[in-house]
C-alpha cells in the first residue's frame, strides 16, 4: 500500500441488489428502485419514509430527457444534430451549452486529458449516430455524472436526506443508511468482476472510478490514442459526483506516473489508483474513507 499526500478522490461501483421494476418499498420502509436508461441500470435506494413517490417519478423522468438530449446512441439527440451541423451552438438547450462549457473547463483543469473531441477524432470509437465533422463532441463522460448530480438536488428539494444513487458506478451517497453512521461502498476489483478491492465509508459524498473492468480498454490518451501505461482503475471521490468522474476519467488516460502527481495536486477530492501489479497508491483523505 503506497500512501502519497494530496487530496482527489473517486470511487467505484456499489454493489446493490437489483430490485424489481416500479416504485418498491424497502425493508427499511423506503423506496428502491431501478431505473434503465442511458444504456445501464440507475439504483435508487431510498431510506426516509416519508419521501412523496412523486419526487422518485421527477427523477427518473429527468434522466430520460438527459437520455434523449445528450446521448450520441440516438441520432436526433441534441448533441448528435449539432455534430452534424443540423442546428448551431446558439440553438442548444441551456442545459446543453452548460455541460459543454464545464466540458472545456475540464479540459484546461486536466491538461487537456479530459476531451470530449478525442473519441471521434480517434474515428470509430464513439457511437456512429453522432458523428459528423471535424470537432464532434462525445460529453458523456461528464453527462452521467452531471446527471446524478441534479437527481440529488431534486432528491434533496423534496426533502430526503438519507438515499444512494448508483448510475453503474458513479455512485452519490447522502447521509446514511438506518443503522449505520455512512454507506459501505465497495470498489469493483479491475480483474475479478465479483470481488471488491476496497470499501470505502461515504456520507454526503460522490464516488466514480474509471478504468478496464467494465468496458474494457475504452479509455485512451487523447494525444498519442494509445492505452494508459500502468494503471486497472482510478476511483475518485468528493463532493461532485460529475467532477469526480470526469477526473478519474482523465487521471486513467494519463497513466500511473503522471495520473498518481496530478491527482496528489487535487483539492477537494481524494484519489485511490490501483496500478496493473494490483498495488494501490492512495491520497491520504482516500486512505481515510477506507473501511
Not at 186 to 204: F, M, Y
Amino acid at each position: 500500500m503506497t500512501l502519497f499526500p494530496g487530496a482527489g478522490p473517486n470511487f467505484s461501483q456499489t454493489p446493490l441488489s437489483r430490485a424489481p421494476s416500479g416504485f418498491l418499498p424497502t425493508s427499511r420502509n423506503g423506496l428502491r428502485h431501478v431505473e434503465h436508461v442511458m444504456g445501464m441500470p440507475v439504483m435508487f435506494d431510498i431510506c426516509d419514509r416519508d419521501l412523496d413517490v412523486a419526487a422518485l417519478s421527477a427523477a427518473v423522468d429527468w434522466l430520460h430527457w438527459v437520455d434523449a438530449t445528450f446521448s450520441t446512441y440516438r441520432s436526433d439527440s441534441q448533441i448528435s444534430r449539432l455534430n452534424r451541423g443540423e442546428i448551431t451552438a446558439g440553438e442548444l438547450q441551456p442545459e446543453v451549452t452548460a455541460v459543454l462549457d464545464r466540458c472545456a473547463e475540464l479540459y484546461q483543469e486536466t491538461d487537456g486529458y479530459f476531451d470530449i473531441e478525442a473519441p471521434y477524432r480517434r474515428g470509430g470509437s464513439a457511437p456512429a449516430a453522432g458523428r459528423g465533422g471535424p470537432g464532434s463532441v462525445e460529453p458523456s463522460g461528464l453527462v452521467k455524472g452531471w446527471a446524478v448530480d441534479r437527481v440529488v438536488r431534486m432528491l434533496r428539494d423534496a426533502g430526503a436526506v438519507n438515499f444512494m444513487v448508483n448510475a453503474s458506478g458513479d455512485i452519490y451517497a447522502a447521509g446514511h443508511p438506518e443503522g449505520a453512521s455512512a454507506w459501505r461502498v465497495g470498489i469493483q476489483h479491475p480483474r475479478l468482476s465479483n470481488e471488491v478491492a476496497l470499501t470505502l465509508a461515504l456520507c454526503d459524498a460522490a464516488v466514480a472510478t474509471s478504468g478496464t473492468q467494465a468496458r474494457g480498454d475504452h479509455i485512451a490518451d487523447p494525444f498519442d490514442d494509445t492505452r494508459p501505461a500502468g494503471l486497472l482503475s482510478v476511483t475518485i471521490t468528493g463532493e461532485d459526483i460529475a467532477t469526480a468522474d470526469a477526473y478519474a476519467t482523465a487521471a486513467f488516460a494519463m497513466g500511473a506516473r503522471r495520473g498518481a502527481t496530478w491527482c496528489a495536486g487535487l483539492t477537494g477530492y481524494q484519489a485511490g489508483l490501483i496500478h496493473e501489479d494490483e498495488t494501490v497508491v492512495m491520497t491520504a483523505g482516500f486512505r481515510a474513507l477506507r473501511v
